[in-house]
């Protein structure tokens, strides 16, 4: 029995004995944070049971097509929740500034995709080897014969394409395919989807990715690839550090590059990575080094100081990594 089978009965326990739900997702959410915390309060609407939607960050502009983004606030409006529901989250400081509203909750249920760094909540519905946790919230709403409207479908097949990179990560799965084979015909919007997050990008997006391409470096028989923009780099081009979404993965796809990273500076002296690899490359323990995480061939992490400084002390150990594996 997977998990999913093994906890709904809890977890819909846990939902339907709830007068009042917070959800909660990660800092600078991607699209399965967002679509699942979405596509989770649609759900609670469907049953009727109040709920809200707390994220540290704002939505970034190519997510904010999801179907009711606009609930998303950065503090509750009541002072206390019966349950906590937070997903796609692998550590109780990635929630930023809304960490102590869920801590005031009664219970909590955490559903992720991720390795854990810690183990927080009343009910854990964590399974390492999905590619997303969208595909996990699929699941649970399936098993619960849940009626998926067309704005949970989009919300659903929106955490499915973009943590599969549009089915072309090694993460993607049959399951994957399937479930969103099935989401399409429940109304999902694949078309929006693609347009909004792949094909919608701002001008100031297009610039710095040609800053990134031109002082990219190569390291270990060009198997390593590294690029940084600065806050020179983002306040020239008037732009912000989501604008840098998929830039990383521009780096991976050069042929012979295994590794490669990108770290910017939206601010001065802090300093974001973004790592990823191919095949047998774990580069989430590099990030973990530095405090960071995230799954086998995508992490993060992040530095505080000169971007330089950051650059020496992650290339060493992307050596390390690549000469390890």
């Excluded at 739900?21 to 399965?32: A, E, K, R, Y």
């Excluded at 309060?41 to 049971?49: E, K, N, R, T």
């Excluded at 270990?220 to 979404?245: G, R």
Aim: with cysteine; net charge negative.
């Amino acid at each position: 029995m997977g998990i999913v089978e093994q906890l709904a009965p809890e977890f819909v326990a846990a939902v339907t004995s709830a007068s009042s739900v917070l959800i909660g997702t990660h800092l600078n959410p991607d699209g399965d944070a967002l679509g699942s915390a979405l596509a989770m309060s649609h759900y609670l609407d469907g049953i009727g049971v109040r709920n809200e939607v707390l994220c540290h960050h704002m939505p970034p502009k190519n997510l904010r097509f999801l179907p009711g983004v606009n609930r998303i606030r950065q503090t509750p409006k009541e002072e206390k929740y019966d349950l906590g529901i937070v997903v796609d989250l692998d550590s109780l400081e990635r929630l930023g500034s809304t960490e102590i509203f869920f801590a005031s909750c009664e219970r909590t249920v955490f559903i992720d995709h991720h390795v854990p760094h810690d183990a927080p909540g009343d009910i854990r519905i964590v399974d390492t080897s999905a590619p997303a946790t969208a595909v996990i919230l699929t699941r649970l709403f399936q098993r619960l014969e849940v009626k998926i409207t067309p704005e949970i479908a989009t919300c659903l097949i929106t955490g499915i394409v973009t943590d599969t990179g549009s089915f072309r990560f090694r993460n993607t799965t049959p399951e994957s395919l399937s479930l969103a084979a099935s989401l399409l015909e429940q109304g999902g919007n694949i078309n929006l989807v693609s347009e909004q997050v792949f094909q919608s990008k701002p001008i100031s997006s297009a610039r710095l990715l040609g800053f990134a391409l031109e002082r990219m470096s190569l390291d270990s028989n060009d198997q390593i690839c590294w690029s940084v923009l600065t806050i020179e780099d983002f306040e020239q081009n008037h732009a912000v550090d989501e604008d840098t979404e998929g830039f990383v993965n521009e780096l991976l796809s050069i042929e012979t590059v295994q590794i490669a990273a990108l770290l910017r500076e939206p601010k001065r002296g802090k300093v974001r990575c973004s790592i990823r690899s191919r095949a047998q490359y774990d580069v989430a323990a590099v990030a973990r080094i530095f405090g960071g995480g995230g799954h086998r061939n995508a992490a993060g992490c992040n530095f505080e100081g000169p971007v330089e400084e950051a650059v020496d002390q992650l290339v060493a150990e992307l050596r390390r990594c690549l000469e390890s594996s």
